[in-house]
């Protein structure tokens, strides 16, 4: 499984654009990136999916340069309610959901 | 309600006792998984599986049992609970061929 690496903590104030990288240097040709978000006492929460070049959806945008090597999670414009861990996790999306999270990025937004 | 659910949320024990968070979901998702989330090691898989009487270790399995006779249960025993299970516990489903994991709200576990 392609190991990520990711900042454990980022502060942002309400408004700003948040952008989170993830680094999967040892990605396989078949791995999606996937995103998730956890708020405290909750499970965490799908984002994001992508496999090249830029996904956008209407929470997010995952920008995927062409060596794959890494991927940048951009939250527009954020406010408090976008305080949350947010994970990067890299695999197959068949046959091998041995899947752990990791501890994942802290995002404290600040009035 | 559809979706994924688990009981109880919240389950005090002690040292020895048997154990059994239950897990239900009502998409009939071939995957379900369980995962430990403790304090500084995010989320770490337990057991998973892919159909019903089909279940795999995860990462930390030890001390763990699961089965999964029918596709929308994945219940799991701590057959003889220890301090150190003491976590918040997430059960998780998923289609076949997505990637995309939903997730129970968890069970906080607390071993004396």
Known sequence: ?111 | DAGITQSPRYKITETGRQVTLMCHQTWSHSYMFWYRQDLGHGLRLIYYSAAADITDKGEVPDGYVVSRSKTENFPLTLESATRSQTSVYFCASSAQNTGELFFGEGSRLTVL
């Open chain 1, 1 to 111: 499984l392609a190991k990520t690496t990711q900042p454990i903590s980022m502060d942002s104030y309400e408004g700003q654009e948040v952008n989170i990288t993830c680094s999967h240097n040892n990605i396989a040709t078949n791995d999606y990136i996937t995103w998730y978000q956890q708020f405290p006492s909750q499970g965490p929460r799908f984002i994001i999916q992508g496999y090249k070049t830029k996904v956008t959806n209407e929470v997010a945008s995952l920008f995927i340069p062409a060596d794959r090597k890494s991927s940048t999670l951009s939250l527009p414009r954020v406010s408090l309610s976008d305080t949350a861990v947010y994970y990067c996790l890299v695999g197959r999306r068949s046959n091998d959901y041995k899947l752990s999270f990791g501890a994942g990025t802290t995002v404290t937004v600040r009035a």
